[in-house]
């Protein structure tokens, strides 16, 4: 029967909602249904499905592994753990597509659904965008095929942590604190820090869908007061946290200073550009020119991208880049790797980077070029405003012939630096960052964001 989906769940990149109120396992089993659907009609049968650590989300499995079924699918289950996992598991055993039950880096009442297909099949790679509208417009027509699954069960963890350990390379251990933070990456995180060489603390790994020691999304400072407080009781080499379903990394060095998804990308940068001598990498809009002028001081070619998981993985597909990265924490190796976000292999990259090298991790981050900038800023704007505000913001700066970059949103280059406004995809936010070579500079580049704000009638948050 035909099944009609909230409209506030269908998102750019997933399907996300609070759960019992507009998100339930009927969601979920129709889902099922069309995600099985879309599989068949693009020549694929073999699905992986996994799920988090939310509290809800064994139920949500349920329901959705029944939709996949009645459709004909063979469903591979390797249950609980990271959405890298489903990711790897898909690319490892060569399934037609994967989907993981995950609310991400969201609070502890809310889920979600996360897709891909694989590359060979019509319109594979991640589902996201009008391929996300189309599963609900199916659910809503019911237009559903209709057939006689199977399903099994397989346990990929091991394969998945053996395939984090074959690219460690170091040689120096290494004192490390792991902030799990009660999220899908806690079981993971304790096999592999058990095989890795050196000093390995871990914090919060029981996996716990309440979130009851701190909320698990590492781009909020206050996420990493418990990391950093370890790091020194320990006197570690550096700390390494992840979100609820571990496809982003934080991390601070062994002064306790947390060190940004672009820094980290940087350092990165050089690695990879040894062995890709002129490749693209690509980072978010959000991400620091310091970055970017880092990649083509290594002699690569920076690439600025529109912010979205989904949106980098296509445009890596697009240049052939081994590396990519966001603001958020999201890191992407091609190099080695299968070009997906996974912050447990990204912390081993890192690991393993500042082990072969004999550099710490604050003298990596001392060794960028310093800068003051302000956090990433959101602000709730009503949802039917906020592309309408950064067009208004873009056609007034136009016309006063200012440098934008419209990639996504407005990037606006000045004497002092710059500074970003673009409208979420997934909320009804606005997003503003500036970056400066000084107070001075960055005093004036949020004057001027302030003011732009302003002939829209919008206030800017004080920072």
């Known amino acids: 029967m035909p099944h009609t989906f ?8 997933d399907i996300r909602g609070i759960v019992g109120q507009t998100l339930h396992t009927e969601d979920a089993l129709a889902l099922g249904k069309a995600y099985g659907t879309m599989v068949a009609r693009a020549g694929g049968k073999r699905v992986v499905v996994g799920y988090d650590g939310r509290t809800h989300s064994p ?7 029944e939709g996949l079924v009645s459709t004909g ?45 694989a590359k060979n099949l019509t319109g594979g790679g991640p589902i996201y965008g009008d391929a996300i509208k189309k599963l609900a417009a199916m659910a809503a027509a019911d237009d559903f095929v209709i057939g006689a699954g199977s399903v099994a069960v397989v346990d990929i963890r091991a394969a998945y942590v053996a395939r984090m350990l074959q690219d460690y390379a170091g040689d120096k251990p290494l004192n490390v604190v792991w902030d799990c933070g009660n999220g899908a990456a806690g079981e993971i995180v304790q096999s592999l820090t058990a095989k890795l060489p050196g000093v390995h603390t871990l914090l919060f790994a029981d996996i716990d869908g309440r979130f009851p020691n701190h909320h698990p999304d590492p781009t909020e400072p206050h996420n990493l007061i418990d ?36 820094q980290l990308l940087a350092i990165y940068a050089h690695e990879v550009l040894k062995t890709h001598p002129g490749a693209a990498i690509i980072a978010d809009v959000k991400a620091s020119q310091v970055l970017f002028d880092k990649i083509a001081e290594l002699g690569g070619k920076p ?19 081994p590396l990519a990265g966001e603001m958020s924490g999201h890191v992407f190796f091609a190099d080695k790797y299968y ?51 950064v067009e208004d913001v873009k ?6 012939n200012a440098k934008v970059n419209d990639t996504d949103g407005v990037r606006v280059l000045t004497d002092d630096g710059w500074w970003l406004l673009r409208a979420s995809n997934t909320q009804a936010v606005l997003v503003a960052r500036c970056e400066a070579q000084n107070e001075a500079g960055l005093m004036r580049l949020k004057a001027q964001l302030a003011d732009q704000l302003e002939k829209s009638g919008i206030d800017l948050p004080a920072v």
């Open 227 to 262: 990391l950093q407080k370890k790091v020194a009781e320990v006197g570690a080499d550096l700390g390494i946290a992840f979100d609820g379903d571990a496809d982003r990394i934080g991390a601070v060095d062994g002064k306790g200073r947390i060190v940004a998804g672009d």
């Open 59 to 65: 139920a949500f499995e349920l329901a959705l592994i």
């Open 303 to 321: 690439i600025m991208g529109k912010t979205g998981h989904s949106l980098i993985k296509v445009k890596m597909a697009e240049t052939n880049s």
């Open 6 to 13: 909230n409209p506030t769940i269908i998102r750019e990149y």
């Open 395 to 400: 056609a007034r700066l136009q016309k006063a």
């Open 73 to 117: 699918a063979a469903v591979e289950r390797i249950g609980l753990g990271p959405t890298p996992m489903l990711y790897f598991a898909t690319f490892h055993t060569k399934a037609d597509a994967g989907i993981m039950v995950t609310g991400s880096h969201n609070p502890a009442d809310q889920n979600g659904f996360k897709m891909l297909l």
């Open 339 to 389: 070009g997906f976000d996974d912050a447990i292999y990204s912390a081993v990259r890192l690991i393993s980077l500042l082990s072969a090298s004999g550099k710490s991790l604050a003298e990596w981050r001392d060794s960028l070029k310093q800068t003051v900038a302000t956090p990433e800023l959101r602000f709730a704007v009503d949802e039917a405003r906020k592309f309408k505000i």
